[in-house]
């Protein structure tokens, strides 16, 4: 089986916005926590598990890309770091989550998996429509077209 390059596995090739790429990752991201919430109450772990941990580094690397990319450009070109301290903060939370959910599967405690999952599903949610619907097109607006695509190219070999 082929190894999926980081673009196809982000899903980004052809997408031109701060907006279109994220958004599309968060998609991404979330069938595969669905994925292994869905695992989890099979009782099917070794499914759960790799799902998980795509969603794991998924997440991870997304929040990488936001916090050293895109919040920085956003910070720069808005003159406005409020937005950027919320999404950081939330990320804080999520990553401590992301732990948490990841020692209750390794423990294989389902129910302990489950909590956690419920809470990060929640979390994200909110914290996903604040970048969706705010921070996200605020960068777009904030770039012109060919900085637009820069930035969705950085995205592909980060």
């Known amino acids: 089986m082929r190894m999926k390059t980081h673009s196809e596995e982000f899903g980004t090739r052809g997408l031109s916005s701060v907006t279109e790429c994220l958004q599309a990752d968060h998609a991404r991201l979330d ?20 799902h998980f941990d795509r969603f794991d580094r998924g997440l991870r690397r997304h929040i990488r890309l936001e916090e050293h990319i895109v919040f920085p450009v956003f910070e720069e070109r808005t003159r406005n770091a409020g937005p950027v301290a919320v999404m950081n903060g939330e990320h804080q939370r999520i990553e401590v989550l992301l732990g948490a959910a990841a020692a209750a599967l390794a423990a294989v405690d389902r129910e302990r998996f489950d909590a956690a999952a419920r809470e990060l599903t929640g979390i994200i949610e909110v914290h996903n429509r604040k970048e969706e619907r705010i921070l996200y097109p605020k960068t777009d607006q904030a770039l012109d077209a060919a900085e637009r695509r820069a930035l969705a190219a950085r995205f592909e070999r980060s």
């Open 31 to 50: 069938r595969f926590l669905a994925d292994a919430r869905q695992g989890v109450a099979c009782g099917a772990m070794p499914e759960a598990r790799e």
